[in-house]
T-cell receptor, first 114, second 113 residues
Framework: DTGVSQNPRHKITKRGQNVTFRCDPISEHNRLYWYRQTLGQGPEFLTYFQNEAQLEKSRLLSDRFSAERPKGSFSTLEIQRTEQGDSAMYLC????????????FGEGSRLTVL | GENVEQHPSTLSVQEGDSAVIKCTYSDSASNYFPWYKQELGKRPQLIIDIRSNVGEKKDQRIAVTLNKTAKHFSLHITETQPEDSAVYFCAARKPGGSYIPTFGRGTSLIVHP
């Protein structure tokens, strides 16, 4: 499968714990996006990378959230000191470095904070 | 920033009927409007998109129309089938910079056989 891969697919954690999600984009795609999706809502933008550079961050991304994309390949999204409000589906998407519009989404990582 | 409103939140139709989902956007600079379909438990996938230099685009049973003056765009599905049942998201994106689309809240389409 050469699509966008995310893991883990599901994570259940206790409030206050740290969690990390990984995204492997389509190999030739330079642009990588993280979105958060809660029930009944559309994807909400969190952060964007072009290659290894983090170029945009939403105000939704509090200081407990950090994202990296070392070497411009896979990306990680870490949430520290998780809160119940962090429970959501975290979606990663990638797109090629041309002015195409399509985002190729992964299947998401579902986080449940107890 | 851009704000995208989508209506209705739920749409129930009989198989064979048409379905229309409407979106409005706030930033007149937006020039690219994709639609994504998300089946239950699956990833969102692009089904059709339109750029601001055209007013309508069709692909078999689906079509999208754009009214730049009114800042709204719509998805039309004709001859609906049960497999069209899914959540549909519209989005709007401005040119340049990081090309970050802003999504609507989604419409849950239910097609009854």
């Amino acid at each position: 499968d050469t699509g966008v891969s995310q893991n883990p697919r599901h994570k259940i954690t206790k409030r206050g714990q740290n969690v990390t999600f990984r995204c492997d984009p389509i190999s030739e795609h330079n642009r990588l996006y993280w979105y958060r999706q809660t029930l009944g809502q559309g994807p909400e933008f969190l952060t964007y990378f072009q290659n290894e550079a983090q170029l945009e961050k939403s105000r939704l991304l509090s200081d407990r959230f950090s994202a990296e994309r070392p070497k411009g390949s896979f990306s990680t999204l870490e949430i520290q000191r998780t809160e119940q409000g962090d429970s959501a589906m975290y979606l990663c998407a990638s797109s090629p470095d041309i002015k195409t519009g399509e985002l190729f989404f992964g299947e998401g990582s579902r986080l449940t904070v107890l | 920033g851009e704000n995208v409103e989508q209506h209705p939140s739920t749409l129930s139709v009989q198989e064979g009927d048409s379905a229309v989902i409407k979106c409005t956007y706030s930033d007149s600079a937006s020039n690219y409007f994709p639609w994504y379909k998300q089946e239950l438990g699956k990833r969102p996938q692009l089904i059709i998109d339109i750029r601001s230099n055209v007013g309508e685009k069709k692909d078999q049973r689906i079509a999208v129309t754009l009214n730049k003056t009114a800042k709204h765009f719509s998805l039309h599905i004709t001859e609906t089938q049960p497999e069209d049942s899914a959540v549909y998201f519209c989005a709007a994106r401005k040119p340049g910079g990081s090309y970050i689309p802003t999504f609507g809240r989604g419409t849950s389409l239910i097609v009854h056989p």
